[in-house]
């Protein structure tokens, strides 16, 4: 009896996660962005950028994410400077994910229905680094 006690009770946890639903993360979501930066080129460039200087970046970026199908996502990220494609996916247990752009990637935390942390990685020229809090408006 305990066993199938033990049995129905972990069948009905593995259940209710797959019964669970993805974060909806369609919407606008806006955060003051601060980057490190290696080098010149890009969207991340100052105008007398070196690409030996390593130099600090804070602009305002907006990601409008417009589709989402599961845990798979997409839509746009921009700032004054530029506008990219992103392609994201959320973690199977729901706290987190990744997102890619044309020319880097980041990983994701969810903290909240309207709030994500966010590091930004680009190996390509030049190289940057950040992380950041973004809301969704």
């Known amino acids: 009896m305990k066993t199938l006690l033990s049995l129905v009770i972990s069948l009905g946890f593995v259940f209710s996660a797959w019964a669970q639903t993805p974060p909806n993360m369609i919407g606008t979501w806006t955060s003051m962005v601060s980057y490190t930066i290696l080098g010149s080129g890009s969207h991340h460039q100052p105008n007398n950028a070196k690409d030996n200087e390593i130099y600090f970046d804070k602009k305002l970026v907006t990601m409008v994410i417009d589709r989402q ?69």
């Open 69 to 137: 199908e599961g845990i798979n996502f997409a839509g746009t990220i921009s700032s004054k400077d530029y506008k990219e494609v992103i392609l994201g996916a959320i973690s199977l247990d729901f706290q987190g994910g990744v997102l890619v752009d044309s020319d880097g990637t980041a990983t994701f935390k969810i903290i909240d229905a309207n709030t994500t942390q966010n590091c930004y990685v680009q190996m390509a020229k030049p190289k940057v680094a950040s992380c950041q809090e973004f809301k969704k408006q």
